[in-house]
């Protein structure tokens, strides 16, 4: 009996670890490569994970926030993937180092032009954006992911505080409070030194996505994952050879 419950024990363990361990990978985010700072410009990342065993993500659509809209948005290229930019007309006129702007970006696309994300891997897709709300502190996207099987999940609820977190939570950007000089880095007030600023950033921003020190939290959550199905295994292994021990006995 005794070795019975250690059995179960064990096995209990495993399917817990497991399951606490599956939500720290599971949906869509975005986070800052250094810091978003507001009234600046940021290079961000867009990290999708692929959560399904027999399908690969073809397709991403990330909508940019309309009641902060952006004037700049530039995608860093990312091999293998089509990317396009849509912008809309804006009922309110940005003004941005002194000029007026009537359109900024509200969706962005990326589409695979082969395999896409495979099972049992994540991707990074960089974007420059600027200049961040003064009056935000947080921006909220939403996304839609593509499976090659056809099936499109949703990533559009909204975290609301004090709150669990929704099933399919919107990709949400936290902005951190501007420097001491009213700047963040990566600002400027020409127009194409802040560009090229920006486009080194997103550079970085792949250097850091290729060392692969960002998805330390994954591996972490899968390895916890992996330990707990051993333990739960080598439980049930142990309650089977005892009863085959009382058994011969």
Do not use: C
Request: hydrophobic letters at 40%.
């Amino acid at each position: 009996m005794k070795a019975s419950r250690i059995a179960a024990a064990g096995a209990v363990a495993g399917v817990a670890v497991l399951t606490l361990s599956a939500p720290a990978f599971a949906h869509v985010s975005v986070q800052p490569e250094g810091e978003a700072a507001k009234g600046g410009y940021a290079v961000v990342n867009f990290k999708v994970p692929n959560e399904r065993d027999d399908a690969s993500t073809t397709k991403l659509e990330v909508t940019f926030p309309t009641d902060h809209p952006l004037a700049s948005v530039m995608p860093q290229p990312v091999d293998g993937w089509d990317v396009k930019v849509t912008k809309s007309k804006l009922d309110k006129p940005l003004e941005m180092h002194g000029k007026k702007i009537d359109e900024a970006v509200t969706k962005v696309t990326w589409t695979a032009d082969d395999d896409g994300i495979e099972p049992g891997f994540f991707q990074k897709f960089p974007v420059s954006v600027g200049t961040l709300p003064e009056d935000a502190d947080e921006l909220v996207f939403k996304a839609l992911q593509t499976y090659s099987n056809k099936e499109v999940v949703r990533w559009i609820e909204v975290p609301q505080e004090g709150k669990d977190e929704p099933d399919y939570p919107a990709p949400v950007l936290a902005l951190s409070e501007a420097s001491a000089d009213g700047h963040s880095h990566g600002a400027s007030d020409d127009d194409t030194k802040s560009a090229g600023d920006t486009e080194k950033a997103a550079a970085e921003t792949t250097a850091a996505a290729d060392s692969g020190d960002s998805g330390g939290t994954d591996t972490t959550a899968r390895v916890l994952g992996i330990v707990g199905i051993v333990v739960g295994a080598a439980g049930v292994a142990y309650g089977v050879l005892a009863g085959r021990r009382r058994t011969s006995a």
